[in-house]
């Protein structure tokens, strides 16, 4: 039986699993001032934890060296969080602490993991009489220590357990801590996921606005630093576009020559939450282009030795590039260029996120999660990678009529839509015409232009099934499905 003495001692929650977003999570939490106990498999990271927690304010953090004393210097009912790689160490590790657990302790996955796992994860610990939350954690490394994003779904008693918790640790905003209860089964892991996705599409269109300036415009990485960070002081004001000028302004310390930028591979790495999130789109028929096309990029941009050929045998063939040059072989005028490549992109961001809103909400309805599109855009404001200024703007669209069909409409970006679309085209148009690809502006420029559409050339796609197939079609003058015998009625006409 435990002494008061021993109770007294023990620690608010745990958190196993000490990689560098795990430290600094558990640091995050002891700082807050909730003692924390935390565990390792391998002994030398919790030794090199306990030795941060001394350095950075003798922090309340106390390490443990196996599950069974891990589990054992958490106060009931216990909260554990785990931090390791997505897929089956989670399940060695939950495996590891739930032998030492009891029913109504909790177990907090924080990881990138498969919704799906997460609601399986949910049913076995319950057989077990444990609760549990997949919890999705934005903010990268600064904001696991500083202040992250935090999107917990599962089960709202044990978000209620460590609620006071969550809230003190997640970033601060003025409407709030970015941290609310998504809602049931892997809602959080799934929020996360398209979180995600959005900044797939978000890294895509600032590369490629760079692509533009740099390759159309003649901008040189000075300028563009320049750029970049007059745009993060308006509109575009985000932890993407603030980091982007960084990038251009830090110079190459290997060889002491030019910027860093200019030395990195052009091949993109991936971890398959964006994958996942286009697979999502697919299987529930909502649009998502520019994720679609972000997703894509990356894709291509792996296929280096592949491009380097090509270029080579295109060029062999009479391909000239056109690029700083207009057609007449004047420079383009970079002030106007500028200005519009802002406007493209800050249309072309709103796309994005349109479509990962409408992602989102076509689950909730498909779960029954009841997600709150403009708390997901509230808690987005602060601490994520995605985190903009025009986030506020998003929440209040979806408070104005949570039932929006689509950002684009309401009435405020519809107004700037229309305002930026001419800047857009001309963007697009000129990347075109110099072979600059851009497929995450075009595919945001194709979505607007479809969805503003009120008749698209699908009905001549409809005769075709009808015609190959016998789909049958419905007609716009009355009502039922019809079906037309196409090619005997063609060889008739030919007659």
């Known amino acids: 039986m435990e002494g008061a003495a021993t109770a007294q001692a023990l620690s608010r929650i745990g958190l196993a699993g000490l990689a560098v977003m795990g430290q600094n999570l558990a640091l995050n939490i002891a700082e807050k001032g909730f003692p924390i106990s935390v565990y390792n498999r391998t002994t030398s990271k919790v030794d090199e934890t306990l030795d ?111 609620k006071d918790i969550l809230e003190k640790v997640a970033a601060q905003v003025e409407d709030g801590p970015c941290v609310t209860y998504i809602g049931e089964g892997g809602s959080g892991n799934f929020v996360k996921m398209v979180h995600n996705g959005i900044e797939y599409g978000d890294m895509q269109l600032i590369s490629e606005a760079y692509d533009v300036l740099k ?44 910027e860093l930028v200019d030395k990195i591979l052009d091949k993109t790495g991936m971890k398959g939450t964006g994958k996942w999130t286009v697979q999502q789109a697919a299987e529930l028929s909502i649009a998502a282009p520019t994720i ?29 590039e056109e690029i700083n040059f207009d057609v007449n072989g004047s420079s383009v005028d970079k002030k106007r260029l500028i200005d519009d490549v802002r ?94 690809s851009v497929p995450g502006m075009s595919a945001s420029l194709q979505y607007f232009d479809t969805y503003r559409r009120s008749r698209l050339p699908a009905n001549l796609v409809q005769a075709q099934r009808d015609y190959f197939g016998a789909h049958t079609y419905e007609r716009i003058d009355m009502p039922g499905a019809y079906h037309t015998e196409w090619s005997k009625l063609a060889r008739k006409a030919r007659v």
Not at 230 to 257: C, Y
Not at 299 to 305: H, T, V
């Open 215 to 258: 390759n159309a415009g003649g901008l040189s990485n000075s300028e563009l630093a320049d750029i970049f960070a007059e745009w993060n002081r308006g509109e575009l004001e985000s932890f993407l576009v603030e980091i982007t000028a960084d990038i251009f302004n830090v110079k190459d310390e290997k060889t002491g020559s030019g």
């Open 52 to 162: 941060r927690a001394q350095r950075e304010g003798q922090l309340p953090l106390t390490g443990q060296y196996n599950p069974r004393d891990f589990v054992l210097s958490i106060q009931r009912p216990r909260s554990v969080i785990i931090l390791v790689k997505a897929g089956a160490p989670v399940d060695q590790t939950i495996a590891a602490l739930a032998e030492h657990m009891e029913p109504g302790d909790t177990i907090i996955d924080g990881g990138n993991e498969w919704y799906e796992n997460t609601e399986r994860r949910i049913g076995e610990a319950s057989s077990k009489g444990l609760l549990y939350l997949g919890m999705g954690v934005s903010g990268g490394e600064d904001g696991a220590r500083n202040g992250p994003s935090l999107m917990p779904g599962g089960s709202h008693g044990a978000y209620m357990n460590i």
């Open 292 to 320: 679609a096309a972000s997703l894509d990029s990356r894709y291509m941009s792996g296929l280096k030795e592949e491009r380097e050929d090509a270029a080579g045998i295109f060029k062999k063939e009479g391909l000239k």
């Open 343 to 436: 406007q493209a992109l800050y249309a072309s961001k709103i796309c994005s996120y349109a479509q990962g809103m409408n992602l989102l909400r076509a689950k909730s309805a498909e779960k029954g999660w009841n997600l709150n599109l403009g708390e997901m855009a509230r808690i987005w404001k602060g601490g994520c990678i995605i985190r903009a200024v025009f986030l506020d703007r998003i929440k209040k669209a979806y408070q104005r009529n949570p039932g929006l069909a689509n950002l684009m409409v309401d009435t405020e970006f519809a107004r700037e839509m229309v305002q930026r679309q001419a800047a857009w085209r001309r963007v697009v148009g000129l990347a075109i015409q110099r072979g600059i």
